[in-house]
Each structure stands twice: as structure tokens, then as C-alpha cells.
């Protein structure tokens, strides 16, 4: 069965560094896109950053130029490097996946960066 399992969250300083990892199984890794989300206390789920099968990335406006999302195939696992956190990142992390017939979702990762 699809498993992604976060780790790295945890409590940091403004202006700080974390890197969150997501192990992947059950599907073929390389070839889908991966995605990182966040959920922050009364607000909706928010895509934060994507790569493709190829290492094409996206990401939201709110982390351009702080984060970077990339990716080890042989290690099946997706990370987000966040540099200079800010307060207002503070939320729980999600990898997810689409493999088409169906999403998948980590049991995410707590992000807290105190001010």
C-alpha cells in the first residue's frame, strides 16, 4: 500500500532553517510528481511547493526564494529545505502524492517558527 511518511518538523527561531523529508512506497516514485502542502490553524490546506518526475519545480509565491523543494529516486524521498523561516510558516507539512486513480497524504509533520 502508498505510504509517505514526514519527518524534520519542529520548533525554530524566525529567520531559522529546517528540512523536512517524506520516505515514499508502495508506488512507482520516480515517475509522479510530489508535493509538498501546509495546513496552518483556521486555514485551508495550501500547495506549497512541486516537482515533477523530471525536477521541475513550483512553488507559492509566499515561500519563492526561501524554500526548495527537490527530490532522490533511488532513496524515494521528497524534501523541502525552508530557509528564513517566518512566523506566518508555522503550520502542519503534507507530502502528497496524485498517482491518478487516487491522492495520497503523509500524516504530516508539526512546523512551529516562534517569533
Known amino acids: 500500500q502508498v505510504q509517505l511518511v514526514e519527518s524534520g518538523g519542529g520548533l525554530v527561531q524566525a529567520g531559522g532553517s529546517l528540512r523536512l523529508s517524506c520516505a515514499a512506497s508502495?508506488?512507482?516514485?520516480?515517475?509522479?510528481?510530489m508535493d509538498w502542502y501546509r495546513q496552518a490553524p483556521g486555514k485551508r490546506r495550501e500547495l506549497v511547493a512541486s516537482?515533477?518526475?523530471?525536477?521541475?519545480?513550483n512553488y507559492a509565491d509566499s515561500v519563492k526564494g526561501r524554500f526548495t523543494i527537490s527530490r532522490d529516486n533511488a532513496k524515494n524521498t521528497v524534501y523541502l529545505q525552508m530557509n528564513s523561516l517566518k512566523p506566518e510558516d508555522t503550520a502542519v507539512y503534507y507530502c502528497?502524492?496524485?498517482?491518478?486513480?487516487?491522492?495520497?497524504w503523509g500524516q504530516g509533520t508539526q512546523v512551529t517558527v516562534s517569533s
Open positions: 516537482i515533477t518526475s523530471s525536477g521541475s519545480t
Open positions: 508502495g508506488f512507482i516514485f520516480s515517475i509522479n510528481v
Open positions: 502528497a502524492v496524485d498517482t491518478g486513480p487516487d491522492d495520497y
